[in-house]
C-alpha cells in the first residue's frame, strides 16, 4: 500500500514575538509562542491541536496558513517551504488552503451580502462561472439560495459560520483548516456545524486541521491529536488514545478537567475534576495577563 | 423597617427557602422576555439553571439582584429569607445594603465587574466596610487577603496590592468569587463564572465555587450553558427556554429520565459521545429565536419534533415546583 502523501512537514518550528516594554530598566524578553514543533499531516487526515489558551495552538495553525512568519524553522506544503516566502508567491497555497475562524462576525465583512462573501475568494483566483457556484455552496452548507442577497447581520451565529464555511469552500481547496469553529455556538448549533464538517470533509475529500481548546470536540472531530502546552507539543496519538489513555501529566489533567455528563451521573463532584497538574507552570501562573481570555 | 432589623427577627433556619421567586415576569416595551419563572433555593442547596443564550438565564439573574436594565420591568415576587418586604419592592437603598451582603454575584466578565483604576484587595476590603462588616481600616486589609488565600491565589499578601489587568483571567474570577462571598451571603448567584476559563483552571473555580457555599451554607444559583458543567456542580436543575422554565428537576433523574423534548435535545446534542452509525451528532433543528420571536403557546413548538396543534396553548406547569415539567407531550418519565 502507497504511502498517504505527506501535506505538511513542520520541522523545528519557533515563532517569538516582540512583547511592550513594561519597565524603564528592563527590556521584556520576547515572548515565544510556539517553540520547536515537528509534525506531519498527511493527506485525508483529521488532525486536531488542543490545548489551553496562551498554548500556542492558533500561532501554529496561522504559520501552517502562511498568515505568520515563523522566526525560525521550516513548514512545508507538499514539498515546497512556506517560511520565508512573500504573499505573492503564496498563490498556490490561498488556492490549496482555506481558513475557518472562530468569529464569523470578525471574519465577514459586515457590508458585503452573503454573495461577494463566498465569491471573494474566486475573484481573487480569477474563476468563472461565481453565480453558479455561490449557488452550489450554499447547498452545500444547508442555507437557502435567498440567503445571497442578504448581510451577515441577518443570520444567527450557526448560519453566519456556514457562510464562513462556504466561503472556505469556494476555491475548492484540499485542506481546510479551522480554529475553534464552534466555540462561540451554543450546544444545539454546535452539533449542527460538527454533522456539517463531517459531511463535507467527506464528501469533497478534505484535509482538516482543526484547533480547539476543547478535547471532547476535537475527540469526535478528529481521528489525530496533538496536545500542545506553552508552545510545545506535549503528546501526539490517535485520537482514542489521546482520550481514553494520556500518556503525559499534562494531558492526563486536561483530560480529566473536562467534565463530562457521564462521569457527572456517576457522581462526579468538582473537586474530581481537579488532578495535580505538574506545576513547573500551572496554566493559571502561565497565563499572559493583559491577554483576554477566549470566549 | 429596615433590612437589617428583618433580618434580625429571622434567624438562619434550615428549613426555610433562603430565596424564593414565584411568577417572575420581566416585559419591555410589549416583547416578554421572562415569564412565571418560579423556583427556589434552599440553604447550601446547589441548583443549576440551563438553557442556550437568548434564554432568559442572566435576565433571571439581574432580575434577582435588582439589576435590571432600564425600561425593563418585573413583575412577580421575590423573597429573601428574613426580608418580609418582596425584593422586587423595595428601594434601591435597602437593596444595595443586600447586594453585596446577603446576595452575592460572580458575572462572566470580570474585567468588566472589577473596578480598573483600584487594586483588588481594596476592592475585596470595600466590600466588607460598606456594609459594615468590619469597621476598622486595618481589619478589612487582613480579613480581604484571608478571602484571597480561601480563593488559593498564590501569594495572597503581593495580589492583593495588583491591579486586576496585572491578573490572569482565572486570578480575576477567584478575586470576584472572594468578594461576593465575603460577607457570607445567603444566596450566590453564579452567572457562567468559567465560560472564558481553560478547563484545568475551570475545574478549581467550580470546586472553589462549591466549597465556597459549603462552607457558608449559601444557596447557589449556577447559570450556563454548559450542561456536563452544571450537572458536576450542582444537585437540582432548571432548564430554561425562550424565558420559561420549561423543566425541573433532580440532577440524576433529570439526566437520565428527561421529559421535556428541549431537554432530551440538549443533552442529546451536548454528548459528543453518542452519534448514530453514521458518526452524526443529534441536533436540535432550528436555531434559538432572537427576543420577542418565539412562539406563542409553548416557546420550543416550532424547534419541536412534537409540536402539534395542541401546543399552541402554552401546557401550563404539572409536578412540583421543584421537580416539574411544562409540555403537552413529555416523554414517558416519572409522573405526567
Same mark, same amino acid.
Given at each position: 500500500?502507497?504511502?498517504?502523501?505527506?501535506?505538511?512537514?513542520?520541522?523545528?518550528?519557533?515563532?517569538?514575538?516582540?512583547?511592550?516594554?513594561?519597565?524603564?530598566?528592563?527590556?521584556?524578553? &520576547?515572548?515565544?509562542?510556539?517553540?520547536?514543533?515537528? =509534525?506531519?499531516?498527511?493527506?485525508? +487526515?483529521?488532525? /486536531?491541536?488542543?490545548?489551553?489558551? /496562551?498554548?500556542?495552538?492558533?500561532?501554529?495553525?496561522?504559520?501552517?496558513?502562511?498568515?505568520?512568519?515563523?522566526?525560525?524553522?521550516?513548514?512545508?506544503?507538499? /514539498?515546497?517551504?512556506?517560511?520565508?516566502?512573500?504573499?505573492?508567491?503564496?498563490?498556490?497555497?490561498?488556492?490549496?488552503?482555506?481558513?475557518?475562524?472562530?468569529? &464569523?462576525?470578525?471574519?465577514?465583512?459586515?457590508?458585503?451580502?452573503?454573495?461577494?462573501?463566498?465569491?471573494?475568494?474566486?475573484?481573487?483566483?480569477?474563476?468563472?462561472?461565481?453565480?453558479?457556484?455561490?449557488?452550489?455552496?450554499?447547498?452545500?452548507? /444547508? =442555507?437557502?439560495?435567498?440567503?445571497?442577497?442578504?448581510? &451577515?447581520? +441577518?443570520?444567527?451565529?450557526? +448560519?453566519?459560520?456556514?457562510?464562513?464555511?462556504?466561503?472556505?469552500?469556494?476555491?475548492?481547496?484540499?485542506?481546510?483548516?479551522?480554529?475553534?469553529?464552534?466555540?462561540?455556538?451554543?450546544?444545539?448549533?454546535?452539533?449542527?456545524?460538527?454533522?456539517?464538517?463531517?459531511?463535507?470533509?467527506?464528501?469533497?475529500?478534505?484535509?482538516?486541521?482543526?484547533?480547539?481548546?476543547?478535547?471532547?470536540?476535537?475527540?469526535?472531530?478528529?481521528?489525530?491529536?496533538?496536545?500542545?502546552?506553552?508552545?510545545?507539543?506535549?503528546?501526539?496519538?490517535?485520537?482514542?488514545?489521546?482520550?481514553?489513555?494520556?500518556?503525559?501529566?499534562?494531558?492526563?489533567?486536561?483530560?480529566?478537567?473536562?467534565?463530562?455528563?457521564?462521569?457527572?451521573?456517576?457522581?462526579?463532584?468538582?473537586?474530581?475534576?481537579?488532578?495535580?497538574?505538574?506545576?513547573?507552570?500551572?496554566?493559571?501562573?502561565?497565563?499572559?495577563?493583559?491577554?483576554?481570555?477566549?470566549? | 423597617?429596615?433590612?437589617?432589623?428583618?433580618?434580625?427577627?429571622?434567624?438562619? @433556619?434550615?428549613?426555610? !427557602?433562603?430565596?424564593?421567586?414565584?411568577?417572575?415576569?420581566?416585559?419591555?416595551?410589549?416583547?416578554?422576555?421572562?415569564?412565571?419563572?418560579?423556583?427556589?433555593?434552599?440553604? $447550601?442547596?446547589?441548583?443549576?439553571?440551563?438553557?442556550? !443564550?437568548?434564554?432568559?438565564?442572566?435576565?433571571?439573574?439581574?432580575?434577582?439582584?435588582?439589576?435590571?436594565?432600564?425600561?425593563?420591568?418585573?413583575?412577580?415576587?421575590?423573597?429573601?429569607?428574613?426580608?418580609?418586604?418582596?425584593?422586587?419592592?423595595?428601594?434601591?437603598?435597602?437593596?444595595? $445594603?443586600?447586594?453585596?451582603?446577603?446576595?452575592?454575584?460572580?458575572?462572566?466578565?470580570?474585567?468588566?465587574?472589577?473596578?480598573?483604576?483600584?487594586?483588588?484587595?481594596?476592592?475585596?476590603?470595600?466590600?466588607?466596610?460598606?456594609?459594615?462588616?468590619?469597621?476598622?481600616?486595618?481589619?478589612?486589609?487582613?480579613?480581604?487577603?484571608?478571602?484571597?488565600?480561601?480563593?488559593?491565589?498564590?501569594?495572597?499578601?503581593?495580589?492583593?496590592?495588583?491591579?486586576?489587568?496585572?491578573?490572569?483571567? $482565572?486570578?480575576?474570577?477567584?478575586?470576584?468569587?472572594?468578594?461576593?462571598?465575603?460577607? $457570607?451571603?445567603?444566596?450566590?448567584?453564579?452567572?457562567? #463564572?468559567?465560560?472564558?476559563?481553560?478547563?484545568?483552571?475551570?475545574?478549581?473555580?467550580?470546586?472553589?465555587?462549591?466549597?465556597?457555599?459549603? @462552607?457558608?451554607? !449559601?444557596?447557589?444559583?449556577?447559570? !450556563?450553558?454548559?450542561?456536563?458543567?452544571?450537572?458536576?456542580?450542582?444537585?437540582?436543575?432548571?432548564?430554561?427556554?425562550?424565558?420559561?422554565?420549561?423543566?425541573?428537576? #433532580?440532577?440524576?433523574?433529570?439526566?437520565?429520565?428527561?421529559?421535556?423534548?428541549?431537554?432530551?435535545?440538549?443533552?442529546?446534542?451536548?454528548?459528543?459521545?453518542?452519534?448514530?452509525?453514521?458518526?452524526?451528532?443529534?441536533?436540535?433543528?432550528?436555531?434559538?429565536?432572537?427576543?420577542?420571536?418565539?412562539?406563542?403557546?409553548?416557546?420550543?413548538?416550532?424547534?419541536?419534533?412534537?409540536?402539534?396543534?395542541?401546543?399552541?396553548?402554552?401546557?401550563?406547569?404539572?409536578?412540583?415546583?421543584? @421537580?416539574?415539567?411544562?409540555?403537552?407531550?413529555?416523554?414517558?418519565?416519572?409522573?405526567?
Amino acid at each position: 500500500m502507497a504511502e498517504p502523501e505527506v501535506i505538511y512537514d513542520v520541522r523545528d518550528l519557533v515563532c517569538r514575538f516582540r512583547q511592550p516594554r513594561t519597565s524603564l530598566r528592563h527590556r521584556t524578553p &520576547p515572548l515565544t509562542a510556539v517553540d520547536g514543533v515537528d =509534525l506531519q499531516v498527511t493527506a485525508g +487526515q483529521r488532525f /486536531g491541536l488542543v490545548g489551553e489558551s /496562551g498554548s500556542g495552538k492558533s500561532t501554529l495553525l496561522r504559520c501552517l496558513a502562511a498568515l505568520q512568519q515563523p522566526t525560525s524553522g521550516s513548514v512545508r506544503f507538499r /514539498g515546497q517551504e512556506l517560511a520565508g516566502r512573500r504573499d505573492r508567491q503564496l498563490r498556490f497555497l490561498r488556492r490549496d488552503v482555506q481558513v475557518v475562524f472562530q468569529d &464569523p462576525m470578525a471574519s465577514l465583512d459586515p457590508r458585503m451580502r452573503v454573495r461577494e462573501l463566498i465569491a471573494e475568494p474566486l475573484v481573487a483566483q480569477r474563476a468563472s462561472g461565481t453565480h453558479e457556484r455561490v449557488d452550489e455552496l450554499l447547498d452545500a452548507v /444547508g =442555507l437557502p439560495r435567498g440567503s445571497a442577497s442578504r448581510y &451577515p447581520h +441577518q443570520f444567527s451565529g450557526g +448560519q453566519r459560520q456556514r457562510i464562513a464555511i462556504a466561503r472556505a469552500l469556494a476555491v475548492r481547496p484540499s485542506v481546510l483548516l479551522a480554529d475553534e469553529p464552534v466555540s462561540a455556538l451554543d450546544v444545539s448549533v454546535r452539533a449542527q456545524i460538527l454533522n456539517l464538517l463531517q459531511d463535507l470533509v467527506e464528501r469533497f475529500h478534505l484535509t482538516l486541521v482543526f484547533v480547539a481548546h476543547d478535547l471532547a470536540v476535537v475527540r469526535h472531530v478528529c481521528d489525530t491529536v496533538a496536545v500542545m502546552r506553552t508552545g510545545q507539543l506535549v503528546e501526539h496519538g490517535s485520537a482514542e488514545e489521546i482520550a481514553t489513555a494520556p500518556q503525559h501529566p499534562y494531558t492526563q489533567a486536561l483530560v480529566a478537567a473536562v467534565p463530562t455528563l457521564r462521569r457527572a451521573l456517576h457522581g462526579a463532584t468538582p473537586s474530581s475534576l481537579l488532578r495535580d497538574v505538574p506545576s513547573e507552570a500551572t496554566p493559571d501562573a502561565a497565563a499572559r495577563p493583559d491577554r483576554p481570555e477566549p470566549s | 423597617m429596615s433590612a437589617d432589623a428583618l433580618a434580625a427577627a429571622h434567624p438562619k @433556619d434550615p428549613t426555610v !427557602s433562603v430565596l424564593e421567586v414565584r411568577d417572575l415576569t420581566v416585559v419591555t416595551g410589549g416583547h416578554t422576555l421572562l415569564e412565571d419563572v418560579t423556583f427556589s433555593l434552599g440553604p $447550601g442547596e446547589r441548583v443549576g439553571l440551563i438553557g442556550e !443564550s437568548g434564554s432568559g438565564k442572566s435576565l433571571t439573574a439581574l432580575a434577582v439582584m435588582g439589576l435590571l436594565p432600564e425600561g425593563l420591568t418585573a413583575t412577580g415576587t421575590v423573597q429573601l429569607r428574613g426580608v418580609e418586604t418582596d425584593l422586587l419592592r423595595i428601594g434601591e437603598r435597602e437593596r444595595s $445594603g443586600l447586594r453585596g451582603r446577603r446576595l452575592g454575584m460572580v458575572f462572566q466578565e470580570p474585567m468588566t465587574a472589577l473596578n480598573p483604576l483600584m487594586r483588588v484587595g481594596n476592592q475585596v476590603a470595600e466590600v466588607l466596610r460598606i456594609h459594615g462588616t468590619v469597621d476598622d481600616r486595618e481589619d478589612a486589609t487582613q480579613r480581604a487577603q484571608r478571602l484571597l488565600a480561601d480563593v488559593e491565589l498564590p501569594d495572597p499578601g503581593r495580589i492583593a496590592r495588583r491591579y486586576p489587568h496585572q491578573l490572569s483571567g $482565572g486570578q480575576r474570577q477567584r478575586v470576584m468569587l472572594a468578594m461576593a462571598l465575603a460577607n $457570607g451571603p445567603d444566596v450566590l448567584i453564579c452567572d457562567e #463564572p468559567t465560560t472564558a476559563l481553560d478547563v484545568t483552571v475551570q475545574a478549581q473555580m467550580l470546586q472553589l465555587i462549591a466549597a465556597g457555599v459549603a @462552607d457558608r451554607t !449559601s444557596g447557589l444559583l449556577f447559570i !450556563s450553558h454548559d450542561l456536563p458543567v452544571v450537572a458536576t456542580v450542582c444537585e437540582r436543575l432548571l432548564v430554561m427556554y425562550g424565558g420559561r422554565i420549561v423543566e425541573a428537576g #433532580p440532577t440524576e433523574e433529570l439526566l437520565t429520565r428527561p421529559r421535556h423534548p428541549y431537554t432530551e435535545g440538549l443533552l442529546a446534542a451536548s454528548d459528543l459521545e453518542a452519534v448514530d452509525d453514521q458518526g452524526r451528532l443529534p441536533t436540535i433543528p432550528g436555531a434559538v429565536p432572537p427576543d420577542g420571536r418565539f412562539p406563542s403557546g409553548c416557546v420550543f413548538r416550532n424547534r419541536c419534533p412534537r409540536g402539534d396543534e395542541a401546543c399552541t396553548v402554552w401546557p401550563g406547569w404539572s409536578g412540583s415546583d421543584g @421537580d416539574g415539567v411544562a409540555c403537552w407531550y413529555p416523554s414517558e418519565g416519572r409522573h405526567g
